[in-house]
């Protein structure tokens, strides 16, 4: 499975982003994709997963401000993020694992996107 991350960029505080995440190489079935994020000096830290039935996880940090979406046609899920703060600045990865089960464990993750920056200025 190969990931490609894509949308991120500069934007202000109170602004909105929206990433996008492809798969490709295999099935898109009953995965789960999620997306991370690693601010700097920081650990990676679970942002949002989501089922391909729809079922959705949030970590709390991010619960109301953004949303995860998935369109299995195109075989992407996307991060929808508003009212971005200076502390969501990071790099954002997306990753899929190869199981149905929701999860926000970093090992339970097989793949992983490149990642592509956040940058909110204040």
């Known amino acids: 499975v190969q990931l490609q991350a894509s949308g991120g960029g500069l934007v202000q505080a109170g602004g909105s982003l929206r990433l996008s995440c492809a798969a490709s190489?295999?099935?898109?079935?009953?995965?789960?994709m999620a997306w991370f994020r690693q601010a700097p000096g920081k650990d990676r830290t679970f942002v949002a997963a989501?089922?391909?039935?729809?079922?959705?996880y949030y970590a709390d940090s991010v619960k109301g401000r953004i949303t995860i979406s998935r369109d299995n046609a195109k075989n992407t899920i996307y991060l929808q993020m508003n009212t971005l703060k200076p502390e969501d600045t990071a790099i954002y990865y997306c990753?899929?694992?190869?199981?149905?089960?929701?999860?926000?464990?970093?090992?339970?993750?097989?793949?992983w996107g490149q990642g592509t920056l956040v940058t909110v200025s204040s």
């Open positions: 990753a899929h694992k190869d199981s149905p089960v929701l999860n926000p464990r970093i090992a339970r993750y097989d793949y």
């Open positions: 190489g295999r099935t898109f079935r009953n995965y789960v």
């Open positions: 989501i089922t391909r039935d729809g079922n959705i």
